[in-house]
């Protein structure tokens, strides 16, 4: 990933961006970092954390439905600045597929509810995860709770906080 440092007309003042290309080329060009909407993935990072890209509408969850929680983006949009993401989109799942149900989860393996394992694609998924929250310096995750990626005993909410990533459920 790309660090840009810019400022007007390039000069001293400049201030510290991010672009998350990868991201981009992944989840393709959604208006995501803001509610209203940004056309770039590229923000001023004061104080940057991680939410579950699921929460502004993007239908990525294993049912394909949309899930919106507009009342939580506001809320932590009114304190953060929001790097959306979603483990299981990172990991190449696809949308929709059979749910892998957290209780599926056993000795670091998943499978779902057909016994297709998993396993690679949600390690891969919170292993991207984890280096955008790195890459962008965040030091907390708004992750949805339940969820076999996100939950704090799943695949990514584990490798956030093994490394040293708070990982809040909601």
């Not at 840009?4 to 208006?31: C, M, N, Q, S, Y």
């Not at 995501?32 to 940004?38: E, T, V």
């Not at 992750?143 to 990514?156: A, E, N, Q, W, Y």
Request: charged fraction near 20%.
């Amino acid at each position: 990933m790309d660090r840009i440092v810019t400022g007007p007309e390039g000069g001293p003042e400049a201030k510290k961006h991010l672009h998350f290309p990868d991201v981009f080329a992944i989840l393709g060009r959604r208006k995501c970092l803001r509610p209203q909407g940004l056309q770039k993935m590229t923000a001023i990072l004061e104080k940057p954390v991680l939410v579950s890209l699921c929460w502004y509408g993007t239908p990525c969850r294993y049912h394909g439905r949309p899930v919106a929680s507009p009342a939580k983006i506001a809320a932590l949009h009114r304190r953060y600045t929001l790097i959306p993401v979603c483990p299981e989109l990172l990991g190449g799942l696809p949308v929709p597929r059979p749910g892998a149900p957290l209780r599926n989860k056993r000795n670091g393996c998943i499978t779902d509810r057909t016994g297709e394992d998993l396993t690679a694609s949600f390690r891969a998924g919170a292993q991207t995860t984890l280096e955008i929250a790195q890459e962008a310096g965040a030091e907390r995750a708004y992750l949805v709770k339940g969820s076999p990626s996100c939950d704090r005993c799943g695949f990514t909410g584990e490798l956030l906080l093994a490394h040293g990533i708070k990982v809040i459920n909601w």
